[in-house]
T-cell receptor, first 115, second 114 residues
Framework: NAGVTQTPKFRVLKTGQSMTLLCAQD?????MYWYRQDPGMGLRLIHY???????AKGEVPDGYNVSRLKKQNFLLGLESAAPSQTSVYFC??????????????FGEGSRLTVL | GQNIDQPTEMTATEGAIVQINCTYQ??????LFWYQQHAGEAPTFLSY????GLEEKGRFSSFLSRSKGYSYLLLKELQMKDSASYLC???????????????FGKGTKLSVIP
């Protein structure tokens, strides 16, 4: 059981380049999230999705786009990377928030450096 | 918006007990979570509180007081492997929001020393 898988694990970009981070989950979770984690800032929500074909903005969405064409995949795109986007990116997924605890299952993280 | 506060760092001795506090201010509260994150790794779920009181799970316990906007994580019989960051997270549905959102505090880095 793979759980939540992120690719790539590491990437170095030059300012202005574009890239896509892929998140895949095999737990049939409805909800998926992209967070970034920076020293002294904690985890901050970028975008999230409550189901296939839907996306919504989180706390820090500027400079990022997302797509959820399939229930198991959630893509995070950087159209024109900036040094401020150097961070560790975590994807997470969870069951729909009803009576369950809403526990998040995290991927291993993707470390992105923008030069 | 939401405001979540927890100490930045704490140090405790192996075998001892440590309490990590978390205070929060939010509207539409729907639960408080504690996660553990070892350096260079992903966060992992520790506990969940939605009602007032204490939830015990082995060496770890978590307490919630909704009226005070306060929670703590209690770690007993500390082990060296407990050295990690502990993240407090609040789930809430702010007014006008379409769904619940989970907001994390900045984390408390716990160092366990011999």
């Amino acid at each position: 059981n793979a759980g939540v898988t992120q690719t790539p694990k590491f990437r170095v970009l030059k300012t202005g380049q574009s890239m896509t981070l892929l998140c895949a989950q095999d737990m049939n979770h409805e909800y998926m999230y992209w967070y970034r984690q920076d020293p002294g800032m904690g985890l901050r929500l970028i975008h999230y999705s409550v189901g296939e074909g839907t996306t919504a903005k989180g706390e820090v969405p500027d400079g990022y786009n997302v797509s959820r064409l399939k229930k198991q995949n959630f893509l995070l795109g950087l159209e024109s990377a900036a040094p401020s986007q150097t961070s560790v990116y975590f994807c997470a997924s969870s069951y729909r928030d009803r009576a369950d605890t809403g526990e998040l299952f995290f991927g291993e993280g993707s470390r992105l450096t923008v030069l | 918006g939401q405001n979540i506060d927890q100490p930045t760092e704490m140090t405790a001795t192996e075998g001892a007990i440590v309490q990590i506090n978390c205070t929060y201010q939010t509207s539409g509260f729907n639960g408080l979570f504690w996660y553990q994150q070892h350096a260079g790794e992903a966060p992992t779920f520790l506990s969940y509180n939605v009602l007032d009181g204490l939830e015990e799970k082995g060496r770890f316990s978590s307490f919630l007081s909704r009226s005070k906007g306060y929670s703590y994580l209690l770690l007993k019989e500390l082990q060296m492997k407990d050295s990690a960051s502990y993240l407090c997270a609040v789930r809430a549905r702010p007014p006008g929001a379409g769904s619940y959102q989970l907001t994390f505090g900045k984390g408390t880095k716990l160092s366990v020393i011999p």
